[in-house]
Nanobody
Framework: VQLQASGGGLVQPGGSLSLSCVASGSIFGANVMGWYRQTPGNQREMVATIVSNGAANYAPSAMGRFAISRGRGKNTVYLQMNSLTLEDTAVYYC?????????WGQGTQVTVSS
């Protein structure tokens, strides 16, 4: 499975950004797509995940500000990020999980700065 992420960039505090990720390759049945983020010296942390049936899960820091969704074709995942703060600055990674396997996309930088 290959993942191609896009979006990210520089935004001021309080602003919004959106990320998208397309999965391609050997995709079968139920799967989970999501977004994780990592800052220098820290472990990668889950931001939000969404199952192929639409069930979503959010990290407490993302609850109420971020929204994860899947495209009609189910192999695309979006992350709408609102009310961004300096603490949201990180490299964001798309993730795809199915049948016990986990795949990662290339990271995309999100920088929140005034």
């Amino acid at each position: 499975v290959q993942l191609q992420a896009s979006g990210g960039g520089l935004v001021q505090p309080g602003g919004s950004l959106s990320l998208s990720c397309v999965a391609s390759g050997s995709i079968f049945g139920a799967n989970v797509m999501g977004w994780y983020r990592q800052t220098p010296g820290n472990q990668r942390e889950m931001v939000a995940t969404i199952v192929s049936n639409g069930a979503a899960n959010y990290a407490p820091s993302a609850m109420g500000r971020f929204a994860i969704s899947r495209g009609r074709g189910k192999n695309t995942v979006y992350l709408q990020m609102n009310s961004l703060t300096l603490e949201d600055t990180a490299v964001y990674y798309c993730n795809f999980q199915q049948r016990g396997n986990s795949y990662w996309g290339q990271g995309t930088q999100v920088t929140v700065s005034s």
